[in-house]
């Protein structure tokens, strides 16, 4: 839900006062409340040894293919250079609840230890120093080579933790943590985390990096 309330606040100061926001409220409870019934309904955790996975056919390419609109269309580029890099940033604070959520799993058997800050997995690092990043934005006080290098890293970091996650979850592909796979994205709400939270989070990145490279500004 911070991912959420992120993601409208920053549309919302895209869009000011225009219905727009409204309309991208409900698409997204659209998709949310899709991913919830796909969840329910067992299609993710039934039958893993499907190739591709069915959470990467139903929930994680759909974002991928809209993000790749959002950077092909020229209303998409459009809507990115209206976007702020303060807002862009402030949407990764959401990894600090992320780690945490994803350390009891840990603790509940339900993800790998190397999906936590106790294993490979150290994204908690960008929330955190994305709140100092966010605050020297707002004084002004960091240059615009500084928060790409942020940018990049902070897509390493995303890399492999969503490498991690895949990997070591239940399918042909698995090739991680057979003692105990990531199955907590196959069941809701954690079903969110790769179908919502990791698309916006990497295309916060992205956007950051467009305006901050091609855009200049």
Known sequence: MLTLFLLLRMMSSRFGK???????????????????????AGVYSIGNDSLPPKILVYGIAPTLVTIMLFFLLRKGRNFISGLSILDLTIIHVV???????????????????????????????????????????????INKSWLIAWNIIGLFFLFNIVGSALLSAPSPLQKLAFDQPNIAIFYFPFSWLPTFVVPVVLFSHLAALQKLLINKS
Request: a positive charge.
């Open 18 to 40: 225009i219905n727009y926001n409204w309309y991208s409220f409900v698409i997204i409870i659209l998709w949310l409340t899709l991913q919830l019934g796909l969840t329910l």
């Open 95 to 141: 990894r600090i609840p992320v780690e945490l959520v994803l350390y009891l799993l840990f603790v509940y058997n339900a993800v790998p230890k190397l999906m936590t800050f106790e294993g490979r997995n150290l994204d908690v690092l960008m929330g955190i120093i994305s709140i100092l990043v966010v605050y020297l934005l707002a004084k002004g006080k």
